[in-house]
């Protein structure tokens, strides 16, 4: 099973831009569809974002998109998550996750998490 990692999550204002990493081991992600989702205090874990295994389709929920962009590079075992635009509702804990094969919008059908990385924005 791979193993995720996720990093830089940090202290922003609203309007900045931000950039997620996650880095994968123990396993190539050519073989897994990637996703990022997001949890904030008190609420459930939310799809943000996804990409096909071969980046040719993506998927965001209606918050998002516009101003977030899911990319991979798979020769680097990496995904990322550029977020323009941020806002206080932005603020959360974000987390990579990985599904063999295709990629869904619950959390349910993905297996391989990371730890998570905090982002927090403020006004």
């Known amino acids: 099973q791979v193993q995720l990692r996720e990093s830089g999550g940090r202290l922003v204002t609203a309007g900045d831009t931000l950039t997620l990493f996650c880095v994968a081991s123990g396993r190539s992600l050519d073989d897994y569809a990637m996703a990022w989702f997001r949890q904030a205090p008190g609420k459930e874990r939310e799809f943000e974002a996804a990409?096909?295994?071969?980046?040719?389709?993506?998927s965001y929920t209606d918050s998002v998109r516009g101003r977030f962009t899911i990319s991979r590079n798979n020769a680097r075992n990496a995904v990322y998550l550029r977020m323009n635009g941020l806002s206080t509702r932005d603020t959360a804990v974000y987390y990579c996750a990985a599904r063999e094969g295709h990629y869904t919008n619950y959390a349910a059908d993905f297996r391989s998490w990371g730890q998570g990385t905090q982002v927090t924005v403020s006004s």
């Open positions: 990409i096909s295994l071969d980046a040719q389709s993506t």
